[in-house]
């Protein structure tokens, strides 16, 4: 199993790191978790084609994990995707879809009945809610979802993905969680988002309390890693605030003796 990640980067523009996206690899199949801005321009820097991703799962809708959903059927479409796009996600992921779909339908309509030679059937998606426990399993990897703390967006979730050689666990969006870190404990890679405290300490009180009750700070994740022991910490979704990559990463060592990597964007592990 191959992790690559593709944004990680938050709503936050930055040309350096694009919107939250990673891609999963294994023998058989390749699997997105979330689609932020830039998803397709990452996908053809790896020479990975769009058409022949097998799902794509969703942390949360929040609009920068999910804002080039279109942006990501359309260019599989044109690279002759035929297969329907098997879409993972919280409650109201059907609708979220479905909505996309069908303001897009002029251009969908078009591109089928007008001169463009377009198959009929790969843009379409189907669409699975998910709860915690198992949704996806091939004969070489099984995918685990399960429920983390994202201040009042009820319907948040990680992912864990097992094969025989690896686990790797994807946070998502989250505040510090009992349940990540229980179900983290030994992975050999925990993925996971991060927010700089010495630049926390520098904003309002309103955004403080915001940030607080939906992120892990840098001395938040270094308790977490503590107690997840993976052999491999990777921080994504970074919310610097002034703070530098050396800043970030001094913090959490200064709790946490493990191995720590900075994630950057088509970084592969």
């Not at 843009?123 to 809610?129: D, L, Q, T």
Request: contains cysteine; proline residues 3%; aromatic residues 10%.
């Amino acid at each position: 199993m191959k992790l690559t990640l593709l944004g990680t980067g938050c709503p936050s523009v930055d040309h350096k790191r694009f919107g939250p996206s990673n891609l999963i690899t294994t023998n058989k199949a390749k699997i997105l978790v979330d689609c932020g801005s830039g998803i397709t321009q990452r996908l053809h820097q790896l020479k990975v084609s769009s058409a022949n991703i097998d799902a794509l799962l969703f942390t949360h809708l929040h609009s920068d994990h999910a804002v080039d959903l279109y942006q990501l059927i359309i260019s599989s479409w044109h690279s002759y995707r035929i297969k329907p796009w098997k879409i993972y996600g919280p409650k109201g992921t059907k609708k979220m879809t479905s909505k996309i779909l069908e303001a897009y339908k002029a251009d969908i309509d078009y591109r089928i009945d007008g001169l463009e030679p377009a198959n009929k059937t790969g843009w379409k998606v189907e669409a699975v809610e998910v709860n915690d426990g198992l949704v996806y399993k091939d004969e070489f990897i099984e995918v685990i979802a399960f429920k983390v703390n994202h201040g009042s967006w009820t319907n948040a979730y990680g992912y864990k993905f097992i094969t025989e050689d690896k686990t790797i666990v994807i946070s998502g969006d989250t505040a510090p969680s009992e349940k990540l870190i229980e179900i983290s404990k030994g992975a050999d890679i925990l993925v996971h988002e991060v927010y700089s405290q010495s630049g926390f300490n520098r904003r309002n009180e309103v955004w403080q309390k915001y940030h607080a009750s939906h992120h892990t700070s840098t001395i938040e994740l270094a308790e977490i890693a503590n107690k997840a022991k993976p052999k491999l910490l990777v921080l994504t979704h970074i919310l610097f605030w002034g703070s530098t990559e050396e800043e970030i990463l001094k913090e959490i060592q200064s709790a946490y003796p493990g191995e720590v990597s900075i994630g950057e964007d088509l970084s592969v592990y």
